[in-house]
């Protein structure tokens, strides 16, 4: 008979602790979720909200007939307000991947988070716009949303395979993006103009213009866009005095920077060219 002691702990026993420790060391690195995709994952969450709020608080009732203007004006700042709480999440991930570590799977969550949220959301919100609006044509409103959809698909997937050189992006970004397509909508223009500036800002999203990576002092201005946005539509949404006009004047300013900022990247561009020229003649000159 084998007689084991009592203070010797038996042959292949792990504390508990020590259980917990190797199973998640032996956890794939590819599992693991850091800081930043934790807020990616905020960023897919704001952005399937947001489509929620369009559903319940614009589409449904009004093909119930049961909706009335202040509940869809309220569902629709909802919906906004949560793309622009999807963008600061989009902000922050970066932000703190580069200050922290990232998994893995960190861009791949970024990619399909930001479809959901600055693609299949402002998409839906066109489309449900081609569906309430007065003087909207439904079927000219779903080619237009398929548009946006498919100018975010290209817009993300040549991300990742296109290197650019350091600060820069190639094309709008999606979340700029998304909430110029927003703006539009929520301007109230007639739906001709409407829609041929929705096209026009999903063809910034595919083009080759560049546009700056919000670091620094370029990333505090655009969280103080994006928190005065929501105060804007909180004022919109609760009828305050002036609220229309404040919501109207805060989406032309949207449109006026997504119509500039490419008017900017090109004229530097020309310069750096002609600069570029006028050395190479310097050079050949005895």
């Not at 909207?136 to 990742?160: D, E």
Request: charge should be negative; hydrophobic fraction near 50%.
């Amino acid at each position: 008979m084998t007689v084991t002691d009592p203070e010797t702990p038996a042959t292949g026993w792990v504390p508990e602790s020590a259980e917990e420790e190797s199973a998640e060391d032996d956890m794939p690195l590819s599992l693991r979720l850091s800081i930043a995709d934790t807020l990616t994952l905020g960023n897919a969450t704001c952005g399937f909200m947001a489509v929620y709020f369009t559903t319940t608080g614009i589409l449904i009732p009004h093909l119930t007939g049961s909706g009335e203007s202040g509940m869809a004006r309220h569902s629709a700042a909802t919906a906004v307000i949560l793309m622009l709480l999807a963008a600061v999440f989009d902000l922050f991930d970066g932000i703190v991947a580069r200050k922290l570590r990232s998994s893995p799977m960190g861009a791949e969550l970024d990619n399909l988070s930001d479809l959901i949220s600055f693609g299949l959301a402002p998409a839906y919100f066109v489309l449900v716009y081609g569906m309430v609006a007065d003087d909207a044509h439904q079927k000219m409103s779903a080619l237009a949303a398929i548009v946006v959809l498919l100018a975010v698909v290209l817009r993300l997937a040549r991300f990742s395979c296109v290197t650019m050189k350091d600060g820069m992006f190639q094309g709008m970004p999606s979340p700029f993006g998304a909430l110029t397509v927003v703006s539009i909508v929520l301007l109230e223009l007639p739906f001709v103009p409407t829609l041929l500036a929705i096209i026009g800002v999903a063809w910034l999203m595919v083009s080759r213009v560049e546009y700056p990576k919000p670091r620094g002092v370029l990333a505090a201005a655009m969280l103080s866009w994006i928190v005065g946005a929501m105060g804007l539509l909180a004022a919109w949404a609760f009828d305050a005095p002036g609220g229309q006009l404040l919501l109207q004047t805060g989406c032309a300013l949207q449109i006026a920077l997504a119509a500039t900022i490419p008017l900017f990247a090109t004229t530097r561009r020309a310069n750096t060219f002609r600069h570029n020229r006028r050395e190479a003649r310097a050079a050949q000159l005895p």
